[in-house]
T-cell receptor
Framework: DQQVKQNSPSLSVQEGRISILNCDYT??????FLWYKKYPAEGPTFLIS???IKDKNEDGRFTVFLNKSAKHLSLHIVPSQPGDSAVYFC???????????WGAGTKLIIKP | DVKVTQSSRYLVKRTGEKVFLECVQD?????MFWYRQDPGLGLRLIYF???????EKGDIPEGYSVSREKKERFSLILESASTNQTSMYLC????????????FGSGTRLTVV
């Protein structure tokens, strides 16, 4: 059973607009969440993270929101740029566990 | 610049061959991981290691083995390559403690013919 779900395989957004990528999880023991970005033929790179004691974390154009009661997090990219076109992975971990549990990824396409 | 290096970007091997994928990290990380990435399936954990000579099975260990003789090196071995092992293989490393996330290598695209 998937503990971390990204239900949208792909998302297309106009350049300059907001991109919203969603992630749901089932394990209430998760207390740390990360987003990674992956270009074709490259490894994923860390983008932004949030711990369960917060509900928002911001880094430049990227903001992650966490709704613990709904077991839902989202990544907002504002404004979206062509270089943001990539696959985005959501991942989560428990405090006592160094393993990351990964979602299946969402392919973001930024249209010019 | 700290990094994780995978020895090959692209490999083509024949069915039945023994295949070695090498990964080296220069960050003194305790933990190392091997994943494969397939379209629609995301990242699936094959094996991981939290210390030298230690290894743990991930979600899909069948057909694979690993070796970690030194802290900086983690090798993935396909004992007898099969066409369903055609995939992108990603190595990652991390410090103990979830605050740090993983650092990934650039990946090895393996094709088994």
């Amino acid at each position: 059973d998937q503990q971390v779900k990204q239900n949208s395989p792909s998302l297309s957004v106009q350049e300059g607009r907001i991109s919203i990528l969603n992630c749901d999880y089932t394990n209430s023991m998760f207390d740390y969440f990360l987003w990674y970005k992956k270009y074709p033929a490259e490894g994923p790179t860390f983008l932004i993270s949030i711990s369960s004691i917060k509900d928002k974390n911001e880094d430049g154009r990227f903001t992650v929101f966490l709704n613990k009661s709904a077991k839902h997090l989202s990544l907002h990219i504002v404004p979206s740029q062509p270089g943001d076109s990539a696959v985005y992975f959501c991942a989560a971990s428990e405090d006592s566990n160094y393993q990351l549990i990964w979602g299946a990824g969402t392919k973001l396409i930024i249209k010019p | 610049d700290v990094k994780v290096t995978q020895s090959s970007r692209y490999l083509v091997k024949r069915t039945g061959e023994k295949v070695f994928l090498e990964c080296v990290q220069d960050m003194d990380h305790e933990n190392m991981f091997w994943y494969r990435q397939d379209p629609g399936l995301g990242l699936r954990l094959i094996y991981f290691s939290y210390d030298v000579k230690m290894k743990e099975k991930g979600d899909i260990p069948e057909g694979y083995s690993v070796s970690r003789e030194k802290k900086e090196r983690f090798s993935l071995i396909l004992e007898s390559a099969s066409t369903n092992q055609t995939s992108m293989y990603l190595c990652a490393s991390s410090l103990t403690g979830h605050l740090y996330g993983y650092t990934f290598g650039s990946g090895t695209r393996l094709t088994v013919v």
